[in-house]
């Protein structure tokens, strides 16, 4: 198989793993047995463990190679779209701890994504490619609810958990008798020449080039998060939107990660860092500043899904070559990097979602904090990078 062939399928094995992040959201605010405090707590549940599972995942694909990796994530990702089945008929409780089994199953999609593209591609064409891996990574997810939600208008609550269990297990199929010689790096299997777990975490985590633009990264892939939490039960509590309704005002905000993304992958050179960094961050203050200082945002959704348009094309410019800086920044154990650097975004991102719960974050204290995250992700930066 070719490269580019194999780059294609790793992008859409990708976006139909991705896609059961975000995809019951449109409807939970419609389960009757689901508070709004619970709503969260089963899209953060899936979030955290999303995020610990890259701390194993990460090491693993470097001891053994991501296609054992991806199999053992997909099978558990179909266990728990089948336990979810059960839950979102039966009982939420249980539906709850589908969401928990969905988050370390897919955690696989993680390591997938960033150290298989990395034994593809470097250099700028590295980030030109993390530029379409990201439009599946960010922009899925803002998609995937108008498909959750027709679903559920057609077909019924269970039926979501079906359709992820029929899609996970292709996945599986695919990467098992597709990804045979993506086993991994010259690193897999080096277990037996005194590999340690803790010695792959102590050297990436001692690389302060890594975290910084990890934390950087973070901070604003955060703000897509908080976004969904927030503007879920704005628009179907507050202003009467059905589930498809927002799944299709959510189109709008999903164009501008898709406009960015594009833009990055198509002209991206290495040259133009700065002013691609400078661009990005005007996008990403000037969407987060209107939504705080204007107060039509409360009763007009086009005033906050056209902000976050803005600060999703910022978004969309600079993500992919913060992924594959940071990962060029590590010379071994890329496998581990991946997994820490998806582990520290994710669980960041869960814990700036869960506070829309915990605070009751309206949406411009959302703006506020979204302008908050892009300000401390600049500044966090290596200084080398801002100039």
Not at 76 to 104: P, T
Request: charged fraction near 10%; include cysteine; aromatic fraction near 14%.
């Amino acid at each position: 198989m070719s490269k580019e062939l194999k780059f294609r399928l790793l992008v859409a094995m990708i976006a139909v793993g991705i896609a059961g992040f975000d995809i019951y959201l449109a409807i939970l605010p419609s389960m009757d047995a689901l508070s709004r405090s619970s709503v969260t707590l089963s899209y953060v549940v899936t979030l955290f463990a999303y995020s610990i599972s890259q701390l194993l995942y990460g090491p693993a694909s470097d001891i053994w190679g991501i296609r054992r990796v991806a199999i053992f994530g997909f099978l558990v990702y179909f266990v728990g779209c089948l336990v979810c089945y059960y839950g979102a008929i039966e009982n939420m409780s249980v539906f709850i701890v589908g969401r928990a089994v969905q988050g370390i199953g897919i955690g696989c999609i993680g390591v997938l994504s960033r150290y298989g593209v990395t034994q593809l591609y470097s250099g700028s064409e590295l980030i030109r490619k993390f530029s379409i891996v990201t439009i599946s990574l960010t922009l899925v997810p803002l998609m995937s609810p108008l498909v959750g939600a027709y679903s559920f208008q057609y077909f019924g609550e269970g039926s979501i958990s079906l359709l992820l269990a029929f899609s996970s297990f292709v996945l599986l199929v695919i990467t098992y008798f597709i990804f045979r010689d993506f086993s991994g790096t010259s690193d897999a299997g080096s277990i037996n020449g005194g590999y340690t777990i803790i010695n792959g975490f102590k050297d990436v985590l001692c690389n302060l080039v890594f975290l910084r633009i990890t934390v950087a990264s973070a901070c604003i892939v955060s703000g897509e998060f908080l976004y969904n939490a927030s503007a879920t039960f704005h628009m179907q509590n507050r202003l009467g939107f059905s589930p498809s309704e927002f799944g299709q005002v959510n189109m709008i905000s999903a164009a501008g990660l898709a406009i960015g993304s594009i833009f990055c992958a198509r002209y991206y050179k290495e040259i133009y860092f700065y002013r691609y960094l400078k661009y990005s961050y005007v996008f990403m203050v000037s969407g987060a500043g209107v939504i705080t200082i204007t107060p039509a945002t409360y009763t007009n959704p086009l005033l906050l899904v056209l902000p976050m348009a803005l600060y999703f094309v910022g978004l969309g410019l600079i993500y992919a070559a913060f992924c594959g800086k940071a990962l060029s920044a590590v010379d071994k154990n890329k496998g581990t990097a991946s997994g820490l650097m998806s582990a520290i975004q994710i669980a960041f991102a869960g814990m700036v979602a869960y506070s829309n719960s915990f605070f009751q974050i309206d949406i411009q204290m959302m703006g506020a904090l979204l302008l908050i995250l892009v300000l401390v992700s600049f500044s966090i930066l290596p200084a080398r990078m801002r100039k």
